[in-house]
């Protein structure tokens, strides 16, 4: 069953789909690194465009049946509404209703994707791309100082946890568990 009036709706769900797709990484660090730019932006921007179409096809679609489902219900069944008269303003109603949805998606992706302002660090803006390689090399050497940092840390709490002498209280008297 196709919907009427979807679409510029589908492009403004495209939107927003695409603002949430740039706040994911799809490739992997490691592959970032090893890769020349030109083939890392085309595999990214292929990737990108698969995971928006099924998300796409899978999650808009259908809600856009629905939703003109719904409505449907809702003016013809429920309301006073004769089928001959829906079917002359289905576009005009579908088309309304689901671009204001769509918009209200795209609002939505744009706020949740949209980068917290650090009050110590405001990064500049139009930095190349050497510099924001440079910026994730560091990145990664300082999680892995921390990673190490932490195994350090657990394996001497494990060391410590362990006493080598245990102390056995018996009838209010403190024993070694060396007797």
Aim: with cysteine.
């Amino acid at each position: 069953m196709t919907v009427p009036g979807g679409f510029y709706a589908s492009y403004i769900m495209y939107c927003g789909f695409l603002h949430f797709l740039e706040d994911m990484v799809l490739l992997p660090k490691r592959y970032k690194r090893r890769l020349f730019w030109p083939i890392r932006f085309v595999i990214e921007l292929t990737l990108s465009v698969a995971v928006m179409e099924v998300l796409a096809l899978v999650f808009w679609v259908r809600i856009k049946l629905i939703i003109c489902l719904w409505v449907k219900a809702a003016l013809c069944f429920y309301g006073n509404m004769s089928e001959e008269e829906y079917q002359q303003h289905e576009a005009t109603i579908m088309g309304s209703l689901l671009t204001s949805i769509a918009a209200l998606f795209w609002m939505s992706a744009v706020v949740a994707t949209k980068p917290l302002e650090k009050s110590g660090k405001d990064k500049p803006q139009g930095k190349s791309f050497k510099q924001e390689e440079e910026m994730q090399q560091q990145e990664d050497i300082e999680e892995q100082q921390d990673q190490t940092q932490q195994q350090e840390l657990e394996q001497l709490d494990m060391q410590c946890s362990v006493p080598s002498k245990y102390l056995i209280l018996t009838d209010a008297e403190a024993k070694s568990s060396q007797t």
